[in-house]
């Protein structure tokens, strides 16, 4: 799938101005990240996650107030900062050979952003910008599919639907304002929601050096509540709610289909 997104960065960007803009997206643990940043490396762009601008801890925690309390927990539209990104692209775009840009990193196990100090650092003008989005590109639902909780937690946490019609706004609005900068959307697609699961365990137990099978039960029903937070758009997506410009069927094990030449 790398010489695909070569041929991607090849074509250009449309504007005919700065590195072509392309997104790979998908649901987690489609190895977004993992191909997103092999292409950066072998032809000179430059990998940035959108897990990278995550909102800081202190203003999700104002969006919980202001908001929704569900928007305390990082990842569904609405819960990324967006301007950030959007001055990085820019920075990127027009740096000169010797100027230096920071790429913000968020830590995981904190739940907030790292200090400027431990950003990295990116050097140059990248020959593209390829961002790794699970939900870029995302189409937002009809108001009447946004009615009825899809899982638990939008039953017992979100019972009026107030949580989901802002993401749904969310996504309508601001992300897909974003998508449409793209030159080109690349959608790892899923064989179906049932998978994620599996794949998102099998991440943790990387990151905990582990076997996916030793993985601790805790964990596991941990991670099952959390992608909760990310089901419906999902979903929506896997249903072809998706403005992607070439789609890669996963399989079971993630290996792609057919790859379009």
């Known amino acids: 799938m790398v010489d695909l997104i070569g041929r991607l960065i090849a074509t250009g960007s449309r504007n005919a101005v700065g590195p072509p803009l392309i997104a790979v997206v ?10 997103a940043r092999a292409a950066a490396e072998t032809f000179g762009g430059v990998q940035i996650s959108i897990d990278d601008v995550y909102l800081t801890r202190a203003r999700r925690e104002a969006m919980a107030e202001e908001v929704h309390p569900l ?27 010797d100027d230096k840009v920071l790429i913000p990193d968020f830590d995981k196990r904190e739940d907030d952003r790292r200090p ?33 909780p899809i899982n638990a937690l939008e039953r017992d946490r979100d019972p009026d639907g107030a949580w989901r019609r802002a993401v749904n ?15 080109a959307i690349v959608f790892l697609k899923a064989p179906g929601f049932d998978v994620v699961l599996d794949w998102r365990c099998q991440q943790e137990a990387d990151l905990l050096k582990v076997f996916p099978a ?5 964990e596991r029903r ?11 758009v999902t979903r929506r997506m896997l249903d072809g709610g998706v403005r992607a410009d070439v789609v890669v069927a996963l399989d079971h094990d993630r290996r792609p289909g057919f790859i379009p030449s």
């Open 116 to 148: 400027i100090r431990d950003w990295r650092i990116f050097i140059g003008r990248p020959r593209a910008i390829l961002i790794d989005a699970w939900c870029l590109g995302a189409l937002p639902e009809d108001e009447a599919d946004i009615a009825a």
């Open 71 to 97: 928007f305390l927990t990082r990842g569904p539209p609405g819960t990324h900062d967006l301007r950030l990104l959007d001055r990085l692209i820019k920075a990127l775009s027009t740096a000169r050979p």
């Open 214 to 218: 030793d993985l601790p039960d805790e």
């Open 26 to 35: 998908g649901a987690q643990g489609s190895g977004k990240t993992t191909l």
């Open 169 to 183: 706004g969310f996504v309508a609005g601001s992300y897909a304002e974003l998508a449409a900068r793209f030159d």
């Open 222 to 232: 941990r991670l099952a509540d959390f992608i909760q937070y990310f089901e419906r």
